[in-house]
């Protein structure tokens, strides 16, 4: 099954949407943050079953924060859409000490 970052939102707006809004911005911010950190874990152990598991679910957190904020993660995801926001070239072409 494939998405589109809006269909993505969408399904999580309808799966979870009500209960979101009713846990709240910073507790939604800490899940998302755990969830890196769980995201974190799973590269350091090397398991792709698990790193799978915890890019899903740092989306899906994602995803609830923007629809929380009332803004779409397909927007966001324009920010790139011409390459690097920085640059604009495709492969990026800024300095390394740049991009950190
Ligand atoms: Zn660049």
Known sequence: MAFTLEEFQDLMRR???ERDRR???AESIA???EEVGEL???VRKGDQADQL???GDVLAWLASLAEQLGLSLESAA???AGGCPNCAAIPCRCPLEFIG
Request: charged residues 15%; proline residues 0%.
């Open 40 to 42: 974190a874990q799973a």
């Open 78 to 80: 324009g920010r790139y």
């Open 53 to 55: 598991h915890e890019l």
């Open 31 to 33: 899940w998302l943050t």
């Open 15 to 17: 799966t979870f949407g």
């Open 23 to 25: 846990r709240g911005l």
